[in-house]
Structures are given as C-alpha cells and as structure tokens.
C-alpha cells in the first residue's frame, strides 16, 4: 500500500469534482494524515509537466504520483484510491486484477472520453 498518493483531478468537471469530494470524505483521515493529498489541476496546470502531462490529459483522466514520484493514469488511480479507502478494497482487487484490469480500464477510459467531450460542450474550459 503506497504511503502517499497524490490525486491531480479537475474541479472544472462537476461528475469528478463530486466523485472526487465523496472519495476525500472516505479518506478523511489519510487526507488530514498527508498520505493522500488532492489537487486542482487548474489551479497548478503545470504539476505534471515533467510528465509531459498536459492539462487537457488531466481534464480527461485521473493522473496521480505515488510516494516514489511513478506517474499513475486513469483507471489504475481509482484503483489506487479504492485500495486505501475502508470497505472498498473488494473493488479494487476485482476490477484490478489481472483478467479484469483490461476490461477496467476500456471502460474508464471510454467513460471519461464521454465525459470530457460533455464539458467541453457545456464551455467549462
């Protein structure tokens, strides 16, 4: 279990601004303990630039860095966070295992295409 992770997502979004507000409330107290840490990425469009991680690549997909600085993308993140959240690790360990994480990660990635073409239209950036 990594001893800190840090979640870059868009509060542009409203779906993830709230998925991500439900989540830090289950997370209360690695949250208040430093080893979860969430952060606005419009309010620093540049954290991940030494990725090569633009803005828009956050906008469209959970990024995250664990405690040895690994860049971590979409589905694998949620995956991550339902690891650390109590009572949730079940989902973790069934959409994160080796036969399901494929299918995982279409369907994220699939579903926050969807979601970043609908902000879009609707002007959040």
Known sequence: MPTHLTVYYNTRCPVC?????????KLLALVRSGAVDFKDINEQPDA??????SLDDIRRRLH???ESGR?????????????????EGWLAALSG?????????????????????????????
């Open 64 to 66: 995250a860095t664990d």
């Open 97 to 125: 295992n080796r036969v399901a994480l494929p299918f995982t990660r279409f369907v994220y990635d699939r579903f926050a295409d969807l979601l970043f073409a609908w902000n879009k239209w609707y002007g959040r950036w």
């Open 48 to 53: 991940l630039a030494q990725f090569g991680v």
């Open 17 to 25: 601004d709230a998925g991500i507000d439900w989540q830090r409330n």
């Open 71 to 87: 860049l971590i993308v979409g589905a694998d993140v949620a995956i991550a966070l339902w690891r650390l959240t109590p009572g």
